[in-house]
Nanobody, 123 residues
Framework: VQLQASGGGLVQAGDFLRLSCTAS????????MGWFRQVPGKERAFVVA???????GYADSVKGRFTISRDNAKNTVHLQMNSLEPEDTALYYC??????????????????WGRGTLVTVSS
């Protein structure tokens, strides 16, 4: 499975961004898709995950601001990020795995990773 992420950029605090991640290859391997983020010197941190039927799990730090959705026909997930804060600045990674029970909130829960897309939020 290959994951292609897009949508990062530089925005100001309070602005929004929409990240997308498209999976190609064996679709049984992307039943659960998630986003993690990482800043230099820190471990990769869970942001959100969604399973094939649309159930979701969010990190507390993004609840109410970020929304994940998926289009199974296009093997794509979208992450709508509103009310962005400087603390959201990070390299965002898309991840995928086969079936599993949410929240699946650690990197070792995932088998496939995309390249990161950088989100920078200025104050």
């Amino acid at each position: 499975v290959q994951l292609q992420a897009s949508g990062g950029g530089l925005v100001q605090a309070g602005d929004f961004l929409r990240l997308s991640c498209t999976a190609s290859g064996r679709t049984s391997s992307n039943r659960v898709m998630g986003w993690f983020r990482q800043v230099p010197g820190k471990e990769r941190a869970f942001v959100v995950a969604i399973n094939q039927v649309g159930s979701t799990g969010y990190a507390d730090s993004v609840k109410g601001r970020f929304t994940i959705s998926r289009d199974n026909a296009k093997n794509t997930v979208h992450l709508q990020m509103n009310s962005l804060e400087p603390e959201d600045t990070a390299l965002y990674y898309c991840a995928a795995r086969g079936q599993g029970s949410l929240p699946l909130a650690t990197p070792r829960d995932y088998d496939y990773w995309g390249r990161g897309t950088l989100v920078t939020v200025s104050s």
